[in-house]
């Protein structure tokens, strides 16, 4: 069965740096766009990046652009999220998504498949 393992999570203040990674089993990685989304407590999940399955394109949220960077390696099934500059409103539980040669959209309900996420708190 499929399966994205999120890591990297954890404890950081603001201004600091974190790296998520996702591994994918169970699914041919190379033609899934690849995302990450994240939610807070009381909001409703939102789209943090992407990058394609074909051609390697990136997308971000304004609200993240400029201080995340979203990469995928192929030959080894994963999906990294480098986080810099890290502020308290980027607190949230971050989820790893995969879409089936999909692109072009910021909606969760395209995504075919989901991690269990991996909680990032930024303290000020």
């Known amino acids: 069965q499929v399966q994205l393992v999120e890591s990297g999570g954890g404890l950081v203040q603001a201004g600091d740096s974190l790296k998520l990674s996702c591994a994918a089993s169970?699914?041919?990685?190379?033609?899934?766009?690849m995302a990450w989304f994240r939610q807070a407590p009381g909001k409703e999940r939102e789209f943090v990046a992407a990058v394609s399955w074909i051609g390697g394109s990136t997308d971000y949220s304004e609200s993240v652009k400029g201080r995340f960077t979203i990469s995928r390696d192929n030959a080894k099934n994963t999906v990294i999220l480098q986080m810099n500059s890290l502020k308290p409103e980027d607190t949230a539980n971050y989820y790893c998504?995969?879409?089936?040669?999909?692109?072009?959209?910021?909606?969760?309900?395209?995504?075919?498949?989901w991690g269990q996420g991996t909680q990032v708190t930024v303290s000020s």
């Open positions: 998504a995969a879409y089936y040669k999909g692109w072009g959209t910021n909606s969760g309900y395209e995504y075919d498949y």
């Open positions: 169970g699914l041919t990685f190379r033609i899934y766009t």
